[in-house]
């Protein structure tokens, strides 16, 4: 409160009076029992980065005792705002079968960070849950992050969030009889084809109709980024501007809107038998509906 003009401190919120007190009682407990000598009560010390090669060195002011068997924390830096981006993910192969919410940071200079890269260590998360405290909403450990490279934090499942997959319709098409005996095939969906009792079927396509449906009700719209691997001769049809993530992985993102649930439908045509030719996944665009 010092350090606000008399005049203005009957004008600030009640809000932020209590945290200037509270900010103000505890400077005063520092320094007290830093003067009495206290332990873990002392001066802050600076630590000094360097870079040398590929390796940094951190060298701490004057010296420090640690009993045998203890470990001792320093805090390295001190970034009081370090914008993030918030993104729902569907990755089964990395989170399992569910949708995951991250929270997305990069350790440069424009984020508050990237003096230095981040040691292994771990990372805490928690929310202002507007009571004058905090809420944990979770911890991960994270390995050696290099200046201008991305952490990612996974929260885990979010409640507020509903993820399904709902199958529309099923179909076959592209059906190919083969005559036993001899080199022939013929396509049985063609109106002057027979079906021979001496053929078998050689070839056909399954097709599948999906929605991905999400219902969001956090109350703002949120990022979803959904991928999805297929094994086979696949196509992969839908108006959702997918892209191939690998040959076997398609990837699309969506925004989607608060308090509504949103269906993203695509088709997947897997070639079987003799149709199949190749294995990976063919990216086609097509406007598809509801049935």
Do not use: C
Not at 22 to 32: E, F, G, H, I, L
Not at 223 to 240: K, N, P, T
Request: proline share 5%; charged share 30%.
């Amino acid at each position: 409160l010092a350090r606000v003009p008399m005049s203005e401190v009957d004008r600030l919120q009640e809000a932020v009076r209590l945290d200037y007190r509270r900010q103000a009682a505890k400077a005063a407990m520092a320094r007290d029992m830093a003067a009495a000598g206290a332990p873990g009560y002392a001066e802050e010390k600076q630590i000094v980065k360097e870079g040398l090669s590929e390796y940094f060195i951190y060298t701490i002011e004057g010296t420090e005792t640690i009993p045998d068997g203890w470990s001792k924390r320093m805090r390295s830096f001190n970034a009081e705002t370090v914008p993030l981006k918030v993104q729902y993910r569907y990755r089964q192969e990395q989170y399992s079968d569910q949708l995951v919410r991250m929270y997305l940071l990069t350790n440069d200079k424009a984020s508050g960070l990237g003096t230095t890269p981040l040691p292994d260590g771990v990372v805490r998360v928690f929310r202002d849950n507007g009571r004058g405290g905090l809420s944990f909403l979770g911890s991960q450990s994270i390995q050696y992050i290099p200046i201008g490279d991305k952490i990612e934090l996974n929260l885990g499942s979010d409640p507020r969030v509903v993820f399904e997959l709902v199958k529309l319709r099923a179909w076959r098409d592209e059906i190919w009889m083969k005559l036993h005996g001899a080199d022939v095939y013929k396509r049985v969906d063609d109106r002057d084809v027979k079906i021979d009792l001496r053929s078998t079927v050689a070839g056909w396509n399954d097709h599948e109709l999906y929605a991905q449906r999400i219902g969001n009700y956090t109350g703002k719209p949120i990022e979803l980024e959904i991928r999805r691997r297929y094994d086979g001769h696949v196509i992969f049809r839908s108006d959702l501007d997918p892209t191939p993530h690998d040959y076997r992985t398609v990837q699309f993102t969506r925004t989607v809107p608060p308090a509504k649930r949103t269906d993203l439908v695509y088709e997947v045509v897997r070639l079987q038998g003799r149709n199949a030719t190749q294995n990976n996944v063919t990216i086609e665009p097509a406007k598809l509906v509801l049935p």
